[in-house]
């Protein structure tokens, strides 16, 4: 199989591909590092039915993030689908362990990526958080977007899979008016919208890199809320990205509320051990 892709695939970029090795980095996808004759490249292959809306999706994500100039992304050569399978490739980054000047560093360039002005909330084509779908209609007022595109429709999936009751689910005003008082005076900033972990890396010359984009325009504490939610990223992240964008009045209730989304997304695709988390947050607001 793999042998017929590398051969479509050389076609398709023009270039000889020297030698091909499996690596770590796909969660739910066989990944490759691929060394043609003058780079390096990573590549993606995943036979799901989605996959391939995925990957075009995650390519709309980094150019957008790419195009900004604010920080790195590696850059997408091809998507496309050989044999019923779906492919993507970009540029390899070799990475290393972050000390703390790669934390500063990170948080300069998200703070930058942060600052640039967009006209609204949103994003130009739909995406995925995970392997959900993620609507990303346009909005003028964030809190409409953050309750009609993000916290109902996971708020419904839970209902009908059981995973919530309706006596602990939140109806729309309860939650606008709870919006209204924590999640006000927000203006759209482009955004990561996965911003975990494993959804950045840092390059052995220490330029930071990210990653797994579930990209749309939105509130910037969002992409604060995530890094928070499976462990920080350490102190000079945070120090480095509030000096720049300070902390905004209600910082905890809106990591709180922010983190719901991502809670929720969690529980609807590995079930009821993230339970516990979205009802504490339900309970403490709703």
Do not use: C
Not at 65 to 89: F, Q, W
Not at 123 to 148: A, K, M, R, V
């Amino acid at each position: 199989m793999i042998k017929n892709i590398l051969g479509h695939i050389s076609d398709r970029i023009s270039d000889k591909i020297t030698s091909t090795r499996p690596v770590t980095g796909g969660s739910i996808s066989s990944t490759y590092l691929l060394e043609t004759s003058n780079k390096s490249l990573f590549l993606k292959i995943n036979k799901a039915p989605e996959a391939i809306k995925m990957f075009h999706a995650e390519q709309k994500g980094l150019d957008a993030i790419e195009r900004t100039g604010t920080i790195s992304v590696p850059h997408v050569h091809l998507v496309d689908s050989y044999d019923e399978k779906a492919i993507i490739m970009m540029d390899y980054v070799e990475n290393r362990r972050p000390d703390p000047s790669d934390y500063a560093r990170l948080g300069a360039e998200l703070a930058g990526l942060h600052l640039i002005k967009q006209k609204n909330f949103g994003f130009t084509s739909d995406n995925f958080i995970g392997s959900l779908p993620q609507s990303n209609q346009i909005h003028s007022d964030w809190i409409e977007f953050y309750w009609e595109e993000r916290i109902s429709p996971q708020l419904q999936l839970a209902l009908r899979n059981g995973l919530l009751s309706e006596k602990e689910t939140p109806g729309k005003q309860d939650s606008i008016d709870i919006f209204n008082r924590y999640l006000n005076d927000v203006t759209p900033s482009l955004l990561h919208g996965d911003l975990w972990g494993g959804n950045y890396l840092i390059s052995t010359n220490g330029t930071p890199y990210l990653i797994d984009p579930a990209v749309y325009r939105g509130h910037s504490m969002v992409d604060i809320a995530m890094s928070k939610l499976f462990g920080s990223f350490g102190t000079e992240f945070y120090n480095t990205y509030h000096e720049i964008i300070p902390k905004p009045e209600y910082y905890d209730e809106q990591i709180d509320l922010y983190q719901l989304y991502f809670l929720l997304v969690h529980l609807n695709m590995f079930g009821r051990g993230y339970y516990s988390s979205v009802s504490n947050i339900l309970k403490r607001y709703f």
